[in-house]
C-alpha cells in the first residue's frame, strides 16, 4: 500500500494519537495538517453521527488570530459581511473576498474582545493574504497562528457529553455563540457550532498539551452515549449543503455565486477591499450559483474531480461534490449551474466517470 509521508510540512494534530488509537481508516490533507475523513466507513459514520454523539479532531481549522487596535478594521477590510453588529461571545460565518470579489476563504470569525478576533480558516493559507493587508496598509494589529486546535462535539447527543465533562452551563450556550469553560484549570472557548447539521460544539482547545487528557475526558464520559471517534462527513455534508472551499468554489467564485449572498451586505460593508468588485456584479447577479443535485442510478464513485453538467449538448456546470445517501435513497450532489438551469426541477445530464447519468437540480438542500 502508498504511504503518505508525514513531516513537518504535513503535521500531525494535538488528537492524531487518539485518531490513531479509535482506528481511523483514511486521511485528507488540510491546511497542511492531517484530517481524518473515515473511521467505520463513509454510511456507518453518517448513521452513527445523526443517531449518537462523535468527537471530530478538526484542528486543521487553524485559527489566524488578529489582536490590536486595528483588529475590527483589518476583519472588516477582509469580507463583505458588515460587522459593525458583531459582539464579544458571538461567532459569524463571514466569506472572505480578494480585490476582484473571488473567494480565498469562507471560514468562521470569533470575536473574543473589541480587539481580539480569530478567523478559523477552511483550506487555503489565508495567514499570508491577511499578514500582506496589515503590513501593506500600516494597521497597528499582530497576525499570527496560535497553537490552537478545535475538537468537535457533534450529533444529538452533544449536549448531553459536554455537560458531563464542562456542566450543565453550556446548554446554554446559543448557536454561533461561545462561553468559556474550564477543563483540568484552563480556560477554553466552547461554541455551539460545527460542521454539521446535526448540532453540536466547537472547543478551541488551547495549548497541545491538554489534547489528549481532554480528548481522553470526552470519550470516558460519553461511554453510555455511544461516543464514537468521527470527522466532518461528506454525505451528510452534502445533505445539508455545507460548502467545502477548494471542492465546491475558488477564488474564481464570488460569494454570490456560491449562495453565500446572505452573509454578504457589500452595500455596507465600510473598507470590504473587495467591495467594489462585489457592487458591479452585484448589480447584474451572478450567471451561476451553487446548487443541491440529485444523480440518478447507484452509488456514484467518488468525486475528485469537477463533473461537466450537460444539457442540450452543451456544459451548464459541474458537479464538484457528490455521494450516496441512505437516508434520501438517492446520490446527493453539489454543483455551480448556470442560471439557464438553474432553477429547481431542472432536468439534466451530468457525465460522471463510468458514464452519463440523469441528474436534477434543486433549489434547496436535504437538511
Ligand atoms: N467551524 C470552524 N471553523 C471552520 C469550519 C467550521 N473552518 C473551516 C470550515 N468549517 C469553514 N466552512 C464553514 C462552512 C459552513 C459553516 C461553517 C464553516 C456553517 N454554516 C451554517 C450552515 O450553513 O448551516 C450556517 C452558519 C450561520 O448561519 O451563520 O456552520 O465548521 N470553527
Not at 42 to 60: F, G, M, N, P, S
Not at 296 to 309: E, F, I, M, Q, T
Request: proline share 5%; glycine share 10%.
Amino acid at each position: 500500500m502508498v504511504q503518505l509521508a508525514l513531516s513537518r510540512r504535513l503535521r500531525r494534530t494535538a488528537f492524531s494519537d487518539g485518531v490513531e488509537a479509535a482506528g481511523v481508516k483514511a486521511y485528507t490533507v488540510y491546511n497542511h495538517m492531517l484530517l481524518p475523513t473515515v473511521f467505520r466507513s463513509v454510511e456507518e459514520d453518517y448513521r452513527h453521527l445523526k443517531e449518537a454523539v462523535q468527537i471530530w479532531d478538526v484542528a486543521v481549522e487553524r485559527q489566524v488570530e488578529l489582536r490590536g487596535p486595528d483588529a475590527g478594521r483589518l476583519l472588516q477590510m477582509l469580507t463583505p459581511r458588515d460587522l459593525r453588529g458583531m459582539l464579544p461571545g458571538q461567532c459569524y460565518y463571514v466569506p472572505i473576498v480578494d480585490e476582484t470579489g473571488g473567494m480565498l476563504n469562507d471560514p468562521v470569525a470569533v470575536k473574543l474582545s473589541e480587539d481580539r478576533y480569530w478567523i478559523s480558516i477552511a483550506d487555503s493559507d489565508l495567514l499570508y493574504w491577511v499578514k500582506g493587508i496589515a503590513y501593506g496598509y500600516r494597521l497597528d494589529v499582530l497576525v499570527d497562528e496560535p497553537d490552537i486546535s478545535p475538537l468537535a462535539v457533534q450529533g444529538p447527543k452533544a449536549d448531553d457529553l459536554m455537560a458531563s465533562v464542562f456542566g450543565d452551563g453550556v446548554r446554554d450556550i446559543r448557536f454561533f455563540r461561545f462561553g468559556v469553560y474550564q477543563f483540568q484549570g484552563r480556560d477554553l472557548v466552547i461554541a455551539r457550532s460545527g460542521y454539521s447539521k446535526q448540532g453540536g460544539f466547537e472547543i478551541y482547545v488551547e495549548g497541545s498539551d491538554i489534547g489528549m487528557p481532554l480528548w481522553n475526558a470526552l470519550f470516558e464520559a460519553g461511554k453510555p452515549m455511544d461516543v464514537h471517534a468521527g470527522c466532518p462527513n461528506l454525505i451528510e455534508r452534502i445533505e445539508g449543503g455545507l460548502l467545502s472551499y477548494g471542492n465546491d468554489m475558488t477564488d474564481d467564485n464570488t460569494p454570490h455565486e456560491c449562495g453565500l449572498g446572505r452573509f454578504c451586505n457589500t452595500q455596507t460593508a465600510i473598507g470590504c477591499i473587495g467591495r467594489d468588485a462585489l457592487l458591479r456584479v452585484a448589480k447584474e447577479g451572478p450567471v451561476q450559483q451553487v446548487r443541491a443535485i440529485s444523480i440518478a442510478g447507484d452509488k456514484v464513485p467518488s468525486c475528485d474531480r469537477w463533473w461537466p453538467l450537460v444539457a442540450g449538448g452543451r456544459k451548464v456546470g459541474r458537479v464538484s461534490s457528490a455521494a450516496w445517501s441512505p437516508d434520501f435513497n438517492t446520490n446527493v450532489a453539489i454543483g455551480m449551474v448556470r442560471m439557464t438551469h438553474w432553477d429547481d426541477g431542472t432536468d439534466i445530464t451530468v457525465e460522471a466517470p463510468d458514464g452519463l447519468r440523469p441528474a436534477t437540480v434543486h433549489e434547496t438542500f436535504w437538511l
